[in-house]
Structures are given as C-alpha cells and as structure tokens.
C-alpha cells in the first residue's frame, strides 16, 4: 500500500469530472492516503484552471479528512524552450509542479525537440515532477532527460493512467521500462501517480506497481512511502 498520490485532477481540470477537492480528499482518505496533490491543468487546457483559480488555491485548507494535502499544477509544456502556461508569479506561490506534454500544446516532434523542450522546462525551480513521458507519441532522449533530472532535483513518474488498460497513450511498457533502467543508472527517485480525474482512481496504483516490482526497481528509489524525503525534493517544508 503506498501513502500518497501527488498527481490528480478535480472538477478545475475539466474532462468531465464533477470532484470537487474535498471529494478528492475524502476518497484519499478513506484510501489510506497520508498525502495528496492536487495538480489541475494549467489555462492553455481547454474548460481547465484560470489564473484566478491557481491563484485562490494558496488560500485553501491544508488538510481533509486527516489528509495533508498540496496544491500543484499540470503546466502544459508550450515549445522546445520549455515555455509553460502560467505566469511565473503564480508558479511560484504554488507547492510544485509538473511539466507535461499535451498535443493540443505541443505537437510531437523530433526526439532532439521534444527532448529540448523537458530539458528546459527542467530549468524552473518550480517544476519538480516530469508527467507521462512513457507517451509513445514523443520520441525521447531518456538517457538525457533523466541524467538532467537528476541534476535539477526532478522527479519522473511512473503514470498508472498510461499503463492501465483505460489508457490512451498507447503501449507504454517499453518506453517505462527505459525509464526505470535511466532512473536506476543514474539514482534518480520515482513516485507513482494515478494521474486520477475525479475520485475514481485516487491512490490507485495497480498497475504502476506491478509494472516497478516487476521490474525489480529498488523500492529506496520510489518516493510515495517516504513522505517526508518527498516533501523536501518538492521543496515543502
């Protein structure tokens, strides 16, 4: 069982989902959850957050239903010079976030470009955490991506959506497996997320799991138990 789940969407994120937080957080907790993170989708998403919404989310409750909770963002990596979708102030009133590509914002491109563009969006201090670069739709430099992680203290994940049979990124076993072997040469953590929308799949993590034990990745690498040590690579105090 594993105690947090820092990528999940509410009802801020559009794609239909009604959750408001206080729905996300009560399911975490009646998961077991510890920690949650909610990270809706930055302004360039369609019917997603505004500036006015991420902005309001530094005035919200640190915790629900006995769970700790962070307020994050999705950014939706705009082109190769790692240009996000919201202004850096707001970034930095917010706990972390993580970088994503979305082909409505960034159209797959070479390897050299899309590899370009994680390795400067890595630049800013606030992105902590590489969404869904499994996505077979962008061919990726992982050696290079994850040897720059590592350098600028991100996190990648392992993304339960991708590699549930609900997924739509196409087989991604291949692309995490290179991941996981980067992250292992190179010592750089992991977490799991769900990627949940809505409360459905909060702290579900059935099939990232198995795919990690499977693969025989060290368990000291992957950060969902070791709060604390989570809490200080996204820079919470």
Same mark, same amino acid.
């Given at each position: 069982m594993y105690l947090s789940d820092i990528h999940t969407h509410s009802i801020a994120s559009g794609h239909g989902t009604s959750c408001t937080i206080?729905? #996300?957080?009560?399911?975490?907790s009646r998961r077991g959850l510890? @920690? @949650?993170?909610?990270?809706?989708?930055?302004?360039?998403t369609l019917a997603a957050g505004t500036s006015s919404y991420f902005r309001s989310l530094t005035y919200s409750p640190r915790k629900r239903f006995g769970v700790e909770l962070l307020y994050g963002i999705e950014l939706n990596i705009l082109d190769t010079d790692g240009k996000v979708d @919201?202004?850096?102030?707001l970034l930095n009133k917010l706990d972390y976030a993580i970088a994503s #590509?979305?082909?409505?914002?960034?159209?797959?491109?070479?390897?050299?470009?899309?590899?370009?563009?994680f390795l400067n %969006?890595? *630049?800013?201090? %606030? %992105? *902590?955490? @590489?969404?869904?670069?499994?996505n077979t739709r962008y061919d990726v430099d992982y050696d290079a991506v994850v040897k720059a992680a590592g350098e600028n203290g991100v996190i990648l994940e392992i993304n339960e959506a991708s590699l549930a049979p609900y997924g739509y990124r196409g087989d991604t076993r291949a692309n995490c497996a290179q991941i996981l072997a980067c992250c292992r040469k190179h010592l750089v953590p992991i977490v799991l997320s769900s990627?949940?929308?809505?409360?459905e799949h909060i702290g579900d993590f059935t099939y990232a799991a198995d795919f990690v034990h499977e693969a025989m990745f060290p368990e000291s690498l992957i950060l969902n138990n070791q709060i604390p040590k989570l809490k200080m690579l996204l820079s919470i105090r």
């Amino acid at each position: 069982m594993y105690l947090s789940d820092i990528h999940t969407h509410s009802i801020a994120s559009g794609h239909g989902t009604s959750c408001t937080i206080s729905d #996300m957080a009560k399911a975490a907790s009646r998961r077991g959850l510890k @920690l @949650l993170g909610i990270t809706d989708h930055g302004p360039a998403t369609l019917a997603a957050g505004t500036s006015s919404y991420f902005r309001s989310l530094t005035y919200s409750p640190r915790k629900r239903f006995g769970v700790e909770l962070l307020y994050g963002i999705e950014l939706n990596i705009l082109d190769t010079d790692g240009k996000v979708d @919201l202004e850096q102030e707001l970034l930095n009133k917010l706990d972390y976030a993580i970088a994503s #590509m979305h082909d409505q914002n960034f159209h797959p491109g070479t390897q050299k470009e899309n590899t370009t563009a994680f390795l400067n %969006v890595m *630049k800013n201090p %606030v %992105v *902590k955490i @590489l969404g869904h670069i499994d996505n077979t739709r962008y061919d990726v430099d992982y050696d290079a991506v994850v040897k720059a992680a590592g350098e600028n203290g991100v996190i990648l994940e392992i993304n339960e959506a991708s590699l549930a049979p609900y997924g739509y990124r196409g087989d991604t076993r291949a692309n995490c497996a290179q991941i996981l072997a980067c992250c292992r040469k190179h010592l750089v953590p992991i977490v799991l997320s769900s990627d949940s929308h809505g409360a459905e799949h909060i702290g579900d993590f059935t099939y990232a799991a198995d795919f990690v034990h499977e693969a025989m990745f060290p368990e000291s690498l992957i950060l969902n138990n070791q709060i604390p040590k989570l809490k200080m690579l996204l820079s919470i105090r």
